[in-house]
């Protein structure tokens, strides 16, 4: 092998594993920054729908449901086509729990979940939603924050401030409404759970639907 050969090949050898240690120190990254089940949730702080600021740190002392939502997700579609989300917002907010919809798409994605304020509340009125507030999060950075991967991906809060569940809505990974009726709804099992002095028996589960858009 030439010099000149061996030169191009040792700088192409550099090159790859420059790029797999930057790969790989992103992974690191982004798995720091990831909620974690049995710590303290992720603080954050946002405007809502209504232009309020919301943040996790004035919600201490009550139980928090995080849902990431994207409205043209045949997932989240599931949930709100057949009432479901409606029904566990109402549910849940009625005994005291906070329920806040994140939404995470970034503005590169109009057609793909990406909602301005007048839209989010155009929409929460028509599909008839009870979230206590709809949080705006077209950068991204509260769902990165909190490792957000689909719509729906839910994430429920002691009043403590601890991640207590986080993972799927329920054990029916499927775009059929009809499979809400038989399935096993985690967020709910875990508030019941908790509320009553128990440990969450599945406190982390894969999380399906679509991926989470978020910008570059």
Avoid at 39 to 63: E, H, I, N
Avoid at 140 to 149: N, P
Avoid at 201 to 209: D, I, K, L, N, Q
Wanted: a neutral charge; proline letters at 5%.
């Amino acid at each position: 092998m030439s010099w000149e050969r061996y030169i191009r090949r040792l700088g192409a050898w550099r090159a790859f594993v420059y790029i797999a240690i930057a790969v790989a120190a992103l992974a690191w990254v982004l798995v720091a920054h990831a909620a974690s089940v049995g710590q303290s949730a992720p603080t954050f702080s946002g405007k809502d729908s209504q232009g309020k600021t919301v943040s996790l740190d004035q919600y201490r002392g009550k139980y928090v449901v995080l849902e990431w939502t994207n409205r043209t997700c045949p997932f989240t579609k599931k949930h709100y086509d057949s009432g479901n989300m409606q029904a566990l917002q109402q549910q849940w907010t009625g005994k005291g729990v906070v329920w806040l919809t994140v939404l995470s798409s970034s503005p590169s994605h109009v057609s793909d979940g990406y909602m301005t304020a007048p839209e989010e509340n155009a929409y929460i009125e028509k599909v008839g939603a009870h979230p206590t507030a709809a949080i705006l999060d077209p950068s991204g950075a509260i769902g990165r924050e909190y490792g957000a991967k689909t719509t729906p991906h839910m994430f429920v809060i002691d009043p403590q401030g601890k991640l207590i569940y986080a993972g799927a809505i329920d054990d029916k990974a499927t775009t059929d409404t009809d499979d809400v009726k038989t399935a096993r709804n985690y967020v709910s099992a875990a508030l019941t759970e908790a509320m009553a002095g128990q440990p969450v028996e599945v406190a982390s589960t894969r999380p399906y639907g679509c991926s989470v858009k978020y910008g570059n």
